[in-house]
């Protein structure tokens, strides 16, 4: 396997244990000179927060520690030499920080129509003029096909967080995936 695909598992995995947790399946790597520095993967239910994506939950320890963003380092961009692996298009909020943390990379798995800020809704990474953040690459497609599954055998199975939850008895596992 190559380090892109090697990498894309160790994001899967994580994505396995939030599904595991009855969390929306997104899970994340970041790597800094070849190895993995932080994992993470969502956390919204558990933490009853909706800013607890993958992507910050792995922000949080790498800012944290104190070996990973040494004094100088830390100042302005803290990721400028580390990538970001990440099974779905990092949403709004996340491209956003990802940007103002000067992320060197990203690579993801599948799009996110909804919520997309690497190009799905709006392209916070690149396209969207700022003065001072330098834009950085997102490339998708990535263990896509994993990426999209996981996410279908989450919505087929869950929703009993909602108040009501809405009868499962004909939602059915589509296996099909349309190109992009
Ligand atoms: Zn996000």
């Not at 920080?97 to 690149?126: H, M, P, T, W």
């Not at 279908?152 to 909602?162: D, H, L, M």
């Amino acid at each position: 396997m190559d380090a892109d695909a090697t990498f894309m598992a160790e994001a899967m995995l994580m994505a396995e244990e939030a599904l595991a947790a009855g969390e929306v399946p997104v899970g994340c790597v970041f790597i800094r000179g070849n190895s993995i520095i932080a994992k993470a993967r969502n956390r919204t239910n558990q933490l009853r927060n909706a800013t607890r994506h993958a992507e910050l939950e792995a922000i949080d320890e790498i800012l944290a520690d104190s070996t990973l963003t040494p004094l100088g380092m830390s100042t302005q961009y803290p990721l400028s030499d580390t990538t970001l692996y990440v099974t779905v298009e990092p949403c709004i909020m996340c491209a956003s920080a990802l940007r103002q943390l000067g992320i060197k990379c990203v690579f993801y798995g599948c799009e996110n129509d909804r919520f997309g800020g690497c190009a799905g809704v709006i392209s916070v990474n690149k396209r969207l003029e700022h003065p001072s953040h330098p834009p950085y690459e997102a490339i998708g497609g990535y263990a896509r096909d994993e990426a999209i599954l996981i996410l279908r055998r989450f919505y087929v199975t869950e929703n009993s967080n909602a108040p009501v939850p809405k009868s499962k008895a004909n939602r059915v596992l589509k296996t099909e995936i349309l190109p992009r």
